[in-house]
């Protein structure tokens, strides 16, 4: 076998005898490997890059969205000239002989929406550098994908109202539900799901509606506003329609009730006669602390977050007054705020005896010594 020559089966001359090595390593999937062409005929047929024509991009107008496979993906582009750069390059390829290849690209805007690509690829094959240049036009088409037409549709799979028990929630309630709807579709955004939208909120006479894409972020929302303030949740599914598919959909209203006081309302409990109280937490049963005595009162079972009660003021409503004496345990002298009489009132469990002034709240149940402001959140 020393003596064997191999001959180019395409022009028939000789070529160089391989190696052992390059011989085993010929590719039985590839059987027209297994003899070398000359390099006058393999360089005949080379093509070192293979690109389209043309490419098609279809981008989403207004959220920057690429179509791709068959779906919206959001690709976090900062311009068109970016997203051409990654479709050539996902659409361009090279000869698998070449070694060392290197590219680089310049784009050329044509018009607004076309981009020119302009491509320099170098590498090196049979111990030859070759060298192409292809121009590859890239054209935009400008569209509006599923989600951002959805959303300019008004579409919404979910609502969530906010209310409260005989009472309108406060703004700091309402606040803090949109922040939560904002939060839950941003967390759920960034783990690349793109049918996480908020698509309106809106104030109602009694509260505030929030519309969602998806009932499972209604759900969240929900449930985390009443994980926050205490309350309950009402659900109730509505038939609006039949996808596609001939599939029912149903939406789902997620009715958030907001117990009834709140953390920082004084009120008179209904057949009690042991003094107002001064709301700490409405979390499962209302709990709170007697204004009179300073000891602690939390709510039967039975009345949960909303006993019979009537508000009398809150503690923001509460005003600095001048301790006027020490009288004994139970009872102090302070300086009414409206009067500027020295008033005789019982004296609460934390009230301070070196204090020289304390917040006090006038209310029809007369005047009361409060704690200071930041004792009247419930320790969580
Ligand atoms: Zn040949
Ligand atoms: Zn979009």
Not at 113 to 142: D, L, S, W, Y
Not at 193 to 211: C, H
Request: proline share 6%; hydrophobic share 35%; glycine share 8%.
């Amino acid at each position: 076998m020393s003596d064997s020559r191999a001959f180019c089966p395409r022009c028939g001359d000789p070529v160089p005898e391989r190696s052992a090595d390059e011989a085993d390593a010929a590719d039985p999937l590839r059987p027209g490997s297994e003899v070398d062409l000359c390099d006058a005929c393999y360089f005949d047929e080379f093509d070192f890059v293979d690109a389209p024509d043309r490419i098609d991009v279809r981008v989403c107008a207004r959220c920057g969205a690429v179509y791709r496979g068959n779906r919206w993906v959001d690709v976090g582009a900062q311009d068109y000239t970016d997203i051409a750069i990654e479709q050539v390059s996902d659409a361009l390829s090279v000869h698998v002989d070449v070694e060392d290849v290197a590219w680089q690209v310049e784009p050329e805007q044509v018009d607004e929406n076309t981009i020119r690509m302009h491509c320099f690829f170098t590498g090196v094959v049979r111990g030859t550098p070759v060298e192409e240049q292809v121009t590859v036009p890239v054209k935009i088409a400008r569209q509006t994908c599923t989600r951002c037409g959805r959303i300019a549709g008004d579409y919404y799979a979910s609502i969530v109202q906010i209310r409260a028990e005989g009472r309108t929630p406060t703004s700091e309630e309402t606040e803090r539900a949109e922040e939560i709807a904002h939060d839950i579709v941003a967390d759920m955004e960034a783990t690349g799901d793109r049918n996480a939208f908020v698509t309106e909120i809106g104030e109602t006479d009694d509260g505030l509606n929030i519309k969602v894409s998806t009932n499972k972020i209604g759900k969240k929302i929900s449930n985390k506003m009443v994980e926050e303030f205490g309350g309950t949740i009402n659900d109730a599914e509505t038939l609006v329609t039949e996808d596609e598919d001939g599939n029912e959909v149903y939406r789902v209203t997620f009715a958030v009730r907001l117990p009834p006081y709140t953390p920082g309302d004084v009120i008179e409990l209904d057949g009690d006669d042991e003094g107002p109280v001064l709301v700490r937490s409405a979390h499962g049963n209302l709990k709170g602390v007697r204004v009179t005595t300073g000891e602690r009162y939390e709510a039967d079972y039975e009345e949960g977050a909303s006993p019979d009660a009537r508000k009398l003021g809150e503690h923001e409503d509460a005003v600095e007054t001048t301790v006027v004496t020490v009288e004994d345990e139970n009872a102090v002298q302070v300086l009414d705020p409206e009067t500027y009489r020295a008033t005789t009132v019982s004296r609460p469990e934390y009230f301070d005896p070196d204090a020289e002034t304390v917040p006090v709240l006038k209310s029809r149940a007369g005047l009361h010594v409060l704690p200071d402001e930041g004792e009247t959140e419930e320790p969580t």
